[in-house]
């Protein structure tokens, strides 16, 4: 009797089909990310991302949007190169905060976990408003402070295995796909100075960035929509913060802040 043969796995998607599902089938793109062969598709497709972000951000008039005009320089050319550096870590951290979000909302009622991952974030935010413009702590308690918001991260981090760490980095990768269909619209109403339509496009591919991002997470962590959706959104406050308080710290410039926050 013979043994029936099993149906190849399909070929990797290949980056642009996972760029493909990421935008319109998320959470296909998350079951494609759970295979180990599809980490190298993400990392074309962040590479491409980086290449589309270095080009919209030097075509971008400086001081827009809400600025007045300002001449380039070949100190701004610096610091885009600097902003395109900063990406990296930044992408790595964005990661980190999401895999301790992921696990903060695995476990315990979701309003209560709601309630303490809100607070949470609104510390790290807090922080800064206090430290820069209310001038109410010195540094050395802000960044005493920095520091045990971020060290809350690391019981949520402990133990997770590898391959969890493989699976959601690759997702997140994959996930900056969402800016690049919006790169070329949001490139030419910066440089148009079309103020409302550049708005209009940041809000877009924010929701999309949100609604692609908690859909994958669903799929590729089971957790429920709600808890994966409060994840990723908190995990972009937290980036935010982070960057907010490397800037206190005048560890990064303010040309650079503006770059990594609103690109």
């Given amino acids: 009797m013979s043994t029936p043969r099993r149906k190849p796995e399909p070929a990797p998607a290949g980056p642009v089909g996972l760029g ?59 610091h885009l190169a600097q902003a395109a ?66 060290g809350l991260f690391y019981p949520c981090l402990r133990g997770v295995p590898a391959s969890e760490w493989r699976q959601v980095t690759g997702f997140m990768l994959a996930l900056n796909a969402v800016f690049l269909p919006l790169a070329a619209p949001l490139t030419v109403s910066a440089m148009l100075r079309h103020e409302n339509a550049f708005i209009a496009g940041q809000v877009v591919m924010g929701l999309w960035l949100l609604w692609s991002g908690a859909s994958g997470l669903r799929e590729l962590t089971g957790l429920r929509l709600p808890r994966a959706f409060m994840a990723i959104l908190l995990s972009v406050v937290f980036q935010a913060a982070l960057v907010l308080s490397l800037y206190a710290a005048g560890i990064v410039p303010r040309e650079i802040l503006m770059v990594m926050l609103f690109g």
């Fill in 85 to 150: 550096f900063w990406n990296l870590p930044m992408e790595a951290v964005w990661i980190v905060f999401l895999m301790g979000l992921v696990r903060f909302f695995r476990s315990g009622t979701l309003a209560v976990r709601l309630a303490i991952g809100v607070a949470w974030a609104a510390w790290s935010l807090i922080l800064v408003v206090l430290y820069l413009q209310v001038h109410s702590m010195g540094k050395a308690a802000f960044l005493a402070g920095t520091a045990v918001w971020l």
């Fill in 20 to 78: 493909w599902l990421v935008l319109f089938d998320p959470r296909a793109a998350a079951r494609e990310c759970g295979r180990a062969e599809s980490l190298a598709s993400s990392l074309w497709i962040y590479a491409a991302f980086l290449v589309a972000f270095a080009v919209f951000t030097g075509l971008k008039p400086p001081g827009f949007p809400g600025g007045g005009s300002m001449p380039f320089t070949t100190e701004g050319s610096g």
